[in-house]
């Protein structure tokens, strides 16, 4: 007869415990096999998107313009006040900023034009070794038009000074067809307030095609017109003047509008300054030059009202005065503290315009 391996049924149940604990025993003892395979990870990059529709793109700058609906209004206010004093004010105001915002905007585009050299550029066309003809050739542009002529909205091409070539190969590389999708977005924008809508369609630019070339100056000369294109006498709307955090692109539709309202709130409150003083020299100084005679006086006081910077040859230029006459008063003007010379140099000098201290008047607030 056989012989049973197991006598009973509590005997089979303990060989079932042993058999277990050898199991783990022997899988922790087999330590030179390989693991368990795991899944490969997801390392491959992302494969192509559908491109958001037009009207959830403009729904998402319409919602943060709602939550940012007080700070809106705050900066809309200033503006509408630099606007009105751009109108009641002399043209050479609105050169003067254009050429101090387009300066701004040429170091966050890279560019780095200071003022002064954009002023003896546009007047003399004169540049240094240093400088880069290109460079303020476009800035020059950025001047132009911030200073006058038809907005983006009106003739896009025009105004950015770009035209297709005939029979182009690539169709790819349409301007026309690149603007086109731009174009339309800002259309289906057209209800966002003119701040807001600049403020998109500076961020839309490059994934519209239009930033390829590195045109960071155009998207913004672009912006800041967009955003004064309610106004009779402010051409833009400054915002470099206030710093290049609202040209920063990160973040979510509301962050981004929450730094270009707080840029532009402190450009315009920058360009009212710069109103401020600019009335009260004008002032002080047709008081203090009402002894002098002539023509020379009057326009080197409109020159100085347009520039924040005036060099000996430009002031010739802009007058038309003869170089000795420009030269004497110049010189008048420094004796009686109306400008300061910053250069310190014997040549190539450049004048600002001072407040003199023993002819004081009250400040001019229009």
């Known amino acids: 007869m056989k012989r049973n391996a197991f006598t009973s049924q509590d005997d089979f149940a303990a060989s079932l415990d042993d058999m277990d604990e050898a199991d783990e025993t ?3 003892d087999l330590w030179f096999l390989p693991g368990p395979v795991a899944e490969d990870e997801d390392d491959l990059p992302p494969g192509p998107r559908a491109d958001p529709s037009e009207p959830a793109v403009v729904d998402e700058w319409a919602q943060a313009e709602a939550e940012l609906a007080a700070r809106l209004a705050r900066v809309a206010g200033r503006l509408g006040a630099l606007d009105d004093r751009l109108a009641r004010g002399p043209e050479g105001w609105r050169h003067r900023l254009a ?3 387009a300066a701004d905007l040429s170091w966050f585009a890279g560019e780095r034009v200071s ?3 954009l002023a003896l550029w546009m007047t003399l066309r004169l540049s240094g070794v240093q400088d880069d003809p290109e460079a303020l050739s476009r800035t020059h542009w950025a001047v132009r038009r911030l200073s006058a ?10 105004f950015l000074d770009r035209r ?3 029979n182009i190969a690539d169709t790819a590389e349409r ?3 690149r603007a086109s999708s731009w174009q339309e977005v800002m259309a289906q924008g057209a209800k966002l307030h003119p701040i807001t809508r600049a403020c998109m369609g500076f961020h839309l630019w490059a994934l519209a095609g239009l930033g390829q070339y590195g045109e960071s100056l155009e998207a913004a000369v672009t912006a800041v017109r967009i955003a004064a294109s309610d106004g009779d006498g402010a051409v833009f709307a400054p915002l470099a003047m206030g710093g290049a955090g609202g040209l920063r692109a990160s973040g979510v539709p509301k962050a981004r509008l929450s730094r270009w309202l707080e840029n532009m709130e402190s450009g315009i409150i920058t360009a009212m300054r710069q109103l401020d003083r600019v009335d009260q020299w004008t002032a002080q100084a047709k008081h203090i030059m009402a002894p002098l005679s002539g023509r020379t006086p009057p326009a080197l006081r409109r020159v100085f009202a347009e520039q924040p910077m005036v060099s000996a040859p430009m002031a010739e230029v802009l007058t038309g005065a003869s170089r000795a006459a420009v030269q004497r008063n110049l010189l008048w003007m420094e004796d009686h503290g109306l400008i300061r010379e910053i250069t310190g140099q014997g040549r190539f000098r450049m004048w600002v315009t ?10 001019f607030r229009g």
Do not use: C, V, Y
Not at 354 to 363: E, M, N, S
């Open 26 to 28: 022997s899988e922790e």
């Open 99 to 101: 050429l101090l915002e």
């Open 115 to 117: 003022a002064d050299r």
């Open 149 to 158: 002529g038809p907005g983006p909205l009106e003739d896009f091409a025009g």
């Open 164 to 166: 297709d070539p005939e």
């Open 175 to 177: 301007f026309e067809d």
């Open 354 to 363: 001072t407040i003199a201290k023993d002819h004081r008047l009250p400040k």
